[in-house]
Each structure stands twice: as structure tokens, then as C-alpha cells.
């Protein structure tokens, strides 16, 4: 157990991420004392404990450099006491690229970008370097969108064949849910009627279908959503159309071709690992041989812009098996490649598996193979002409490490950028999606009590399928309180 006592809760969100990063395992438990007398307490088993006196922080009136201060010294703390050191410091955001691309169009060079990113958070030299090549092509990307009155599209299709072992996104058993999938495209199309009415003046730059598996849907049902799509929204100004065809066990020549005769420029077919071993541990009911025959399905129907996503750190790989995985993927040559790092996600059947086992990890080691695995990604990629475009990073990552997207030059996911960099809003619907309006001006963060400003209003749509089916005129009165106004 490890006990954490914060004068102000500002700090809390900050120390807990940074203790998990290197505890993943423990239980930390938090509670804001505004009468202790230090800023901050932490005790933890054996004895250890970490502490800051208020008058350490007295002389720094910027409250975001006191966080800093704190966050930089119970980082030391931590990599002290466990021998570990993380390649992205004490970085707890999600979106890094986001902060070096605004350093930069501050005008700091880039050696300046990477003293601040060392000095402020602690980040490598090869993660900031990193960091900022993917920011100058996110930039170059950027540069083509309209972000005041262009938007985005987000259509979710919450089922899957079955759940990963280390999924906890929100998503429904197809076989269940069968009887009732024409309701939730009745009232998905209903959804996508009001957002086509409202966004008339707009200009509609990329739509995105994920989920769960969008391929879940029969051809007949992935008929009527694109053909309303086409019948319903304005293309002229659509740089991209991607669908996240995701796991093989859900694909058919069919559905293939469906969603070939639509303008649909951008496939996933997603292996996230090519060792068949492991994908029958995690619950992937299709093999190694069903990937490589969709994909060449995929080709010789037309498909040219076709992305694969593999996942370092799965249960039993190592590096030999990275290795092995991406022989096989350069054999295919896809036209991107986005690598995950495994994250030990709460929600998931893999996490609750490990935890009921009472099984300890030993995270240094593991931290180890993935810096090894995503190397090895980073290597095998830029080999075959696909540059690093996007990345973002998730908690609970063993090692603190990151996700990074691969592409040729003219492949890159536009939509991947623009859900991390926040500059154009993302419109979405269908259960448990998230819409992000990004504001013309400020306004009180919604739920902040120390008056944090912001530009980016999200809503949310309830994830329960049946809720959203009989409450989807509820979604779209809740859209209809932000959009556009």
C-alpha cells in the first residue's frame, strides 16, 4: 500500500500517475489534507517516504512550476528507489507531441525544444527528437485542414467478435446483440441526419469508423451507414475515409466490396501480432493465415491505402517474437503500421486476471524488452519507407512508453492526428462515442474548481447500447447545446 496526502488537490492526479508508472501493481490510496502542514506526504510500505515543504515551492508563483517542481522531485524519488528510469520522464499527458508542436510554434528551436523537454519533464534526448520529427509532419499535415470551419466525423460500431483480453474499450458481443443491430442503425442514421443538417456550412475534411469492429456489421447493414453518409454529407472537401475493418474473424469478401464501392480511401486490418500462440491467449478466435489471406483480399479488391496495428508487450512475447512478427509484416508491406505499447488497462480481463492471480510482474524487465520491441518497430519501419507520423501514449504502459503511427508519405491517418493534436472539432456518434467541439474562445473548464480555462467542450453519448437506442434523441439534444453555436 502506498499512502499519498496532498495539502491542495491540485496535485493529485500528477502523484498518483507518476507512483503507478512505477508501481503498477500497488495500491495507492490518496486522500487532500488542507490543514497538514507539508505541501506533500507519501508513505509507503518498509518505511519510505517522500515529502515537500511548502516553503520549497514559496518562491515559484507559477502554480503549473510548482506542479512541475513537485513532479520532477517525486520522479527522482521513485527512479532512485527502484533502479528505473522512464524514456518520457514524468510526463502523465497522454498527447507529448501536442507540447512540443506549441514549443515550436513558439519559435524555441530544436535543440531549445529539447533542453525544455528534458529540463521541465525529465524526457530523453531520444524521445524529445522523436517527438519532434513526428510534430513537423503532424504540422505539414495540419497545414492542409480547415480547423475554423472544417470538422471531422466519428461513426461508432461498439460490437466485436469476441473482447480482447487487454481491450477495456467499451464494446458489445456481436453474436448477442445480433436481434437488435438494426435498431442501433436506426438510430445511429437518426444521429448522422442531425449532424448532416446542422453542418451544412461546414466542411467535412475526414470521417473515421471504429468501435469495437465496424466490420461486425453485415454488408447489408455497412450499406445503409455509408450510403446515407454519401446521400446525407457534403464529400467535396473530404481529404480521408478510414474504417477500422480491425480483426479478420469479422471480415468477408462481401464487406469488402461494399465498402469498396463507397469512397472509402483508408482499411485497418489489425493482426496485433502475428504469433499464433499468442493470439490464442488473448482470445483472437482467427489465425496467422486468415490475416495474410484478408489482406490480400483487401489488395486484389483495390485497397491501396491498407494500415496493420501490432502491440509490443503481449502475454508470453518477447523480442524474438517482435522480431519474427515484423518479418512477417514487412512480407505484406502494408502502407502504415501503428505499434502499441502493452498497457495494463483496468478494465480489462487481462488485468483482472493478473491481479485475482496475485501474480507480480517484474516491470523493470518488462520495461526493458519493450524499449527492445519498439526499437526493433522503429527500425523495421523506417526500412520500408514508413516515417513515424503520430503518437500518443496511455497510462498503465510498463516503462512510461508510447504508440507510435508508421506511414509512406502521402499514407498518413490524418484523423489519428487531429484526435491527438485537438485543433479542428470531432464530431461523433453511435454508444459510448465522444465529441470534441474545439471553441473559437475560453471558457471555465467544465467541472474545474481552481478556474482552468478551456476551448475544448466534449460530449459524451451514453455507452450502454440499449440505453443509446432508446435514448438517442437525448444525444442529440446534448449535441445540440455545443454545436456550431
Known sequence: MIRIQCKNERFTYDMYHIVKSFYPDEEVSQSVEPGQELLIYMEMDGGSCFFVREEETRLITDKREQKRYINRKLYRFLSEKTGQKHAWGNMTGVRPTKMIMEKLEEGLSEEETVRFMADTYLVSEKKARLGIEIARREQAQLSRLDCQ???SLYI????CPTTCSYCSFTSYPAAKWESRMDE???????????????SRDRRLNTIYMGGGTPTTLSAERMERVLDFVERHFSLEYLQEFTIEAGRPDSITKEKLRVIRSHPVSRISINPQT?????????????????IVRIYHLARDLGFTNINMDLIAGLPGEHPADMADTLAKIRELAPDSLTVHALAMKHGSRLTREKKASGEKTDYGRMARELEEMTDMAYESAVSQGLLPYYLYRQKNIAGNFENVGYAKVDKAGIYNILIMEERQSIVAVGAGASTKVVLPYEIP???SRNGRM??????????DVGE??????????????????
Open 184 to 198: 442501433y442503425v436506426d438510430a445511429l442514421l437518426k444521429e448522422l441526419d442531425y449532424v448532416a443538417r446542422v
Open 149 to 151: 470551419k472544417g470538422y
Open 156 to 159: 461508432g460500431i461498439p460490437f
Open 454 to 463: 478551456t476551448n475544448l467542450i466534449r460530449i459524451e453519448n451514453v455507452k
Open 445 to 447: 473548464a467544465p467541472g
Open 274 to 290: 502475428m504469433q499464433q500462440r499468442t493470439l490464442d491467449v488473448i482470445g483472437r478466435r482467427h489465425t496467422v493465415e486468415d
Open 468 to 485: 443509446y437506442i432508446s435514448r438517442v434523441s437525448e444525444m442529440i439534444e446534448r449535441k445540440g447545446e455545443w454545436l456550431w453555436r
